[in-house]
């Protein structure tokens, strides 16, 4: 008996003929990797977390740090060293690094030589950052510099007048409270004020 061939219809065809030709498209743009297509690909990797780790010790910071400072003033200043070692304990390390994506990793070492108690000298390594210059590598991100407005870090002598009379206002009040309540009803003495005003 004859058997009649099947032929697939038209539009199956021209699929079939379209990923055919997308295929060569595809293997022929591979020997010709530039910039753009570096980039398409960084935009369709998947997400990075970013990364942050230890204490960050700015260029200011590292001003203040004298030699014959005790190490609480050290430890007020710059915050609990990241490695304490045991072997070395006259020597505090300051370890910080972030890794973000699309922004080049920073990582800087602050190191802090004692001598008994006090600060003998201190070594960085690389040169630190201001802390506008951190700021500014955070939003490295932002094409345009002029976008990026860093916030005023210093209160206003108007602000600071506002916060010492509402500090005023509220010891009044709590002298008040405590001159009408019975000595039983005082408050302990490691109450800590409500950081709210209104009350």
Not at 3 to 24: D, Y
Not at 26 to 47: F, I, M, R, T
Not at 48 to 66: D, H, P, R, T, Y
Not at 172 to 183: C, L
């Amino acid at each position: 008996m004859y058997k009649q061939q099947c032929i697939p219809p038209l539009s199956v065809r021209l699929f079939a003929g379209g990923v055919f030709s997308l295929c060569l498209l595809l293997l022929a743009g591979c020997s010709g990797v530039d910039k753009a297509s570096n980039s398409l690909v960084s935009a369709l990797s998947p997400y990075k977390m970013e990364v942050v780790q230890g204490n960050f010790v700015s260029k200011e910071q590292a001003a203040l740090i004298q030699p014959g400072m005790s190490r609480n003033q050290v430890r007020t200043i710059l915050g609990t060293p990241l490695l304490v070692d045991i072997f070395h304990p006259e020597r505090w390390d300051y370890v910080f690094s972030i890794n973000r994506q699309g922004v080049d990793p920073l990582e800087r070492r602050f190191t802090v030589h004692f001598s008994g108690d006090t600060v003998a000298s201190v070594e960085a390594s690389g040169e630190l950052l201001s802390e506008e210059e951190f700021v500014r590598h955070l939003d490295a991100v932002v094409e345009d510099d002029d976008e990026v407005e860093i916030p005023v870090l210093q209160a206003t002598p108007e602000q600071l007048e506002e916060a010492s009379k509402a500090a005023q206002a509220y010891r009044d009040r709590m002298q008040q409270m405590q001159g009408e309540a019975p000595d039983s009803a005082a408050r302990p003495a490691g109450y800590y004020p409500p950081l709210d005003s209104n009350y």
